[in-house]
């Protein structure tokens, strides 16, 4: 079974902070995604990244970014925290780009 | 607690009935499609997917039905239990990208 885990369930930040979202999965996937997830909303995209050391913007960038060392960890990184980014944060992989995402549980994350 | 799902539809059934969640996709060029369950507190959970090429795929218990001239998708859960209960979201991947469109989701509850 495909594992997909994150460093936090929860966790509160306050304003200006930075924060780090660790992502990690156990399948040698080469493909790594980070979602954010609100009320109303659909999943958005926030990053995307094909290999290591490589990414690509998804459709809300703005405020994120990410880092990928190695190729079962993503990291999603809030550079200065702030309210609008309180949100579930959800991190996915996959074999090929085009294949089933595997999602991890999610770290709900407050902005304070 | 959870935020996600406060404005969702919801389907409620009774046990042992069967239940029909729907999905109507945006993109005619989309040719990959999933469903996901999301419990409560929990990352979305991989159920069934299906291709452009099929109309129908069944898996334990759920059937996936693809119209394309609609652009409709459905779940069918077969005996509906109590640990059925969760949000149901779509998934629909655009031909030739990575990218994938989901939908906002549907609650399902499930009445004893």
């Known amino acids: 079974d495909v594992k997909v885990t994150q460093s936090s369930r929860y966790l509160v930040k306050r304003t200006g902070e930075k924060v780090f979202l660790e992502c990690v999965q156990d399948?040698?996937?080469?493909?790594m995604f980070w979602y954010r997830q609100d009320p109303g909303l659909g999943l958005r995209l926030i990053y995307f990244s094909y290999d290591v050391k490589m990414k690509e913007k998804g459709d809300i960038p703005e405020g994120y970014s990410v880092s990928r060392e190695k190729k079962e960890r993503f990291s999603l990184i809030l550079e200065s925290a702030s309210t609008n980014q309180t949100s579930m944060y959800l991190c996915?992989?996959?074999?090929?780009?085009?294949?089933?995402?595997?999602f991890g549980p999610g770290t709900r994350l407050t902005v304070l | 607690g959870e935020s996600v799902g406060l404005h969702l539809p919801t389907l409620s059934v009774q046990e042992g009935d069967n239940s029909i969640i729907n999905c109507a996709y945006s993109?005619?060029?989309?040719?990959?499609f999933i469903w996901y369950k999301q419990e409560s507190g929990k990352g979305p959970q991989f159920i069934i997917d299906?291709?452009?090429?099929?109309d129908k795929r069944q898996g334990q218990r759920v059937t996936v039905l693809l119209n394309k001239t609609v652009k409709h998708l459905s779940l069918q859960i077969a005996a509906t239990q109590p640990g059925d209960s969760a949000v149901y979201f779509c998934?629909?991947?655009?031909?030739?990208?990575?990218?994938?469109?989901f939908g906002t989701g549907t609650r399902l509850k499930v009445l004893a």
């Open positions: 996915a992989s996959s074999p090929t780009p085009a294949d089933t995402q595997y």
């Open positions: 399948m040698d996937h080469e493909n």
């Open positions: 993109n005619s060029a989309s040719d990959y």
């Open positions: 998934a629909e991947l655009i031909s030739g990208t990575y990218k994938y469109i």
């Open positions: 299906i291709r452009s090429n099929m």
